[in-house]
């Protein structure tokens, strides 16, 4: 998967979007659905089983933890629905019962927004798996104590249906919608990996709300947000491993592994930031943060065809594959000079973050918005074998190559770049 494509499937938009549209067509044409899924009855009601199992296995080893509590409200749920309430002719008991459960779970899968520590094995985890454990028994309890005479009197008070829109009480309908689109603006707004496993199930089990009424709606919903999970999972892995959580640009893995494959005609420029350290003393290690955000940012500006990596600290890789040091030149000169030309505002003391203790510039009384420059040295080297003249070298060569072409950069007076054909 390139890593446009990749970049794509972690946005915001995205992340809304691909459920809903994948739940359109279950919406417009239900039925079509339950004809083509009848020969799969049985493995559709142990799909959502199989996948959710497999989510909450994955998801601790794999530091997904809100997931796993999704999937974990998810199975339970869907072993209730399943065992309970998913049957004709329902007692005014068990029509209670669904209520229960229909309106405690979008809340609680909405609460995991909030949740401040999302591991499942974690203080809030167990405290979580605890009040989902107690709402479960006071259910229990309390639909033990209960009669039909006692809940009848519901359905027209409250939990009536509008039987030209759905069976389920539109009370509960109208709960369920608004969570899953404040959900949905919480993906917008924040789009946290965990928020957009949330916004799935709160959507595809407010399709099975709506449609309960139809036959094995809720495995066929279940089923597909089980398997968006498990996506989510192997999506947010794959960002862990290759994306850099800084910058956001390709990291040192994405990069090897184009090291790997890469051959023919390339260039390689390592850029290094200047002074970097003496920056990062001055105003602060998350302010040194911030600026290899921004130098992140410009870099991805980067004209030719340039693929972007973040090397490591405060060095990055720009690889344009299909060209010569020499072409490349223009474009790595004006990136430098729009780094240099950016005016970076420091903010002052009251502005900046707590945690920044080892900035020595923040000013004691407020201080004043300062603006600074930072500068980049870029050493440049292609696979051109300058005795050959053949593009026959290694990946490891060229790097080499310009790693020595930035030190040249850095010794012969930084803010610069400096193109180094390897003899
Ligand atoms: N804020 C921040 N600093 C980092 C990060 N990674 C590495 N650094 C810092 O980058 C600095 C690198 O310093 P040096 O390698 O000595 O180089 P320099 O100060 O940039 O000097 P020259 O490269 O010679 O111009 C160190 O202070 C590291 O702590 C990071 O992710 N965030």
Same mark, same amino acid.
């Given at each position: 998967?390139?890593f446009?494509?990749?970049?794509?499937?972690?946005?915001?938009?995205?992340?809304?979007l691909?459920?809903l549209?994948?739940s359109?067509?279950?919406?417009?044409?239900v039925?079509?659905?339950?004809?083509?899924?009848?020969p799969?009855h049985?493995?559709i009601s142990?799909?959502?089983?199989?996948m959710?199992?497999?989510v909450?296995?994955?998801?601790?080893?794999?530091?997904?933890?809100?997931?796993?509590?999704?999937?974990l409200?998810?199975?339970?749920?869907?072993y209730l629905?399943?065992?309970?309430?998913?049957?004709?002719d329902?007692?005014?008991?068990?029509k209670f019962a669904?209520?229960?459960?229909?309106?405690a779970l979008?809340?609680?899968?909405?609460?995991i927004?909030f949740l401040?520590?999302?591991r499942l094995l974690s203080?809030?985890?167990?405290?979580?798996?605890l009040l989902?454990?107690?709402?479960?028994?006071?259910?229990?309890?309390?639909?033990?104590q209960?009669?039909n005479?006692?809940?009848?009197?519901l359905?027209?008070?409250?939990l009536?249906?509008i039987?030209? #829109?759905?069976?389920?009480? @539109? %009370? +509960?309908? *109208? &709960?369920?919608?608004?969570?899953? $689109?404040?959900?949905?603006?919480?993906?917008l707004f924040?789009?946290?990996n965990?928020?957009?496993t949330?916004?799935?199930?709160?959507?595809f089990?407010?399709?099975?709300?709506i449609f309960?009424d139809?036959?094995?709606?809720?495995?066929i919903c279940f089923? #597909?947000?089980?398997?968006? @999970? %498990? +996506?989510? *999972? &192997?999506?947010?892995?794959?960002? $862990?491993?290759?994306?850099?959580?800084?910058?956001?640009?390709?990291?040192?893995r994405?990069l090897?592994?184009e090291?790997?494959?890469?051959?023919?005609?390339?260039?390689?420029a390592?850029l290094?930031?200047?002074?970097?350290?003496?920056?990062n003393?001055?105003?602060?290690?998350?302010?040194?943060d911030?600026?290899?955000?921004?130098v992140?940012?410009i870099?991805?500006?980067?004209?030719?065809?340039?693929?972007?990596f973040r090397?490591?600290?405060?060095?990055f890789i720009?690889l344009f594959?299909g060209?010569?040091?020499?072409?490349?030149?223009?474009?790595?000169?004006?990136?430098?000079?729009k780094?240099?030309k950016?005016?970076?505002v420091i903010?002052?003391h009251?502005?900046?973050?707590?945690l920044?203790?080892?900035?020595?510039?923040?000013?004691?009384n407020?201080?004043?918005?300062?603006?600074?420059?930072?500068?980049?040295?870029?050493?440049?080297?292609?696979?051109?074998?300058?005795r050959?003249?053949?593009?026959?070298?290694?990946?490891?060569?060229?790097?080499?190559?310009?790693?020595?072409?930035?030190?040249?950069?850095?010794?012969?007076?930084?803010?610069?770049?400096?193109?180094?054909?390897?003899?």
């Amino acid at each position: 998967m390139s890593f446009f494509s990749f970049t794509i499937i972690r946005s915001a938009p995205f992340r809304v979007l691909f459920p809903l549209l994948l739940s359109l067509p279950l919406c417009i044409s239900v039925d079509q659905f339950l004809i083509f899924l009848t020969p799969y009855h049985s493995l559709i009601s142990t799909f959502p089983y199989i996948m959710l199992s497999i989510v909450i296995f994955l998801s601790q080893p794999f530091n997904q933890g809100a997931t796993g509590l999704v999937a974990l409200l998810m199975v339970v749920s869907f072993y209730l629905v399943q065992r309970y309430v998913g049957i004709a002719d329902l007692t005014d008991i068990q029509k209670f019962a669904f209520c229960l459960l229909v309106f405690a779970l979008p809340v609680n899968l909405f609460m995991i927004h909030f949740l401040p520590e999302k591991r499942l094995l974690s203080r809030f985890g167990i405290n979580y798996l605890l009040l989902i454990l107690f709402q479960v028994i006071w259910c229990w309890l309390l639909l033990e104590q209960i009669t039909n005479e006692n809940v009848s009197w519901l359905w027209s008070a409250y939990l009536k249906p509008i039987p030209a #829109l759905s069976s389920s009480p @539109l %009370l +509960l309908i *109208i &709960i369920s919608i608004f969570l899953t $689109l404040i959900s949905a603006f919480i993906v917008l707004f924040r789009n946290a990996n965990f928020d957009h496993t949330i916004f799935i199930n709160l959507l595809f089990s407010t399709i099975a709300l709506i449609f309960f009424d139809t036959p094995q709606i809720s495995a066929i919903c279940f089923s #597909l947000a089980a398997t968006l @999970l %498990l +996506l989510g *999972i &192997i999506t947010s892995s794959h960002e $862990l491993a290759f994306v850099d959580q800084l910058t956001e640009l390709q990291g040192r893995r994405a990069l090897e592994i184009e090291m790997e494959h890469i051959n023919g005609l390339y260039t390689i420029a390592m850029l290094d930031v200047d002074h970097f350290k003496l920056f990062n003393d001055s105003y602060g290690h998350r302010t040194g943060d911030e600026v290899l955000r921004l130098v992140a940012q410009i870099m991805k500006q980067t004209e030719g065809n340039a693929s972007v990596f973040r090397y490591g600290g405060e060095e990055f890789i720009i690889l344009f594959k299909g060209k010569n040091s020499n072409q490349c030149l223009p474009y790595l000169n004006e990136l430098r000079s729009k780094i240099a030309k950016y005016d970076l505002v420091i903010r002052d003391h009251y502005e900046r973050p707590i945690l920044d203790k080892d900035a020595k510039n923040c000013g004691q009384n407020g201080g004043e918005h300062k603006t600074v420059n930072i500068t980049v040295s870029i050493g440049v080297a292609d696979s051109i074998n300058n005795r050959t003249k053949l593009h026959t070298l290694g990946a490891d060569e060229v790097l080499k190559a310009a790693d020595k072409a930035l030190y040249r950069a850095k010794s012969g007076g930084r803010n610069r770049v400096t193109n180094l054909r390897f003899a």
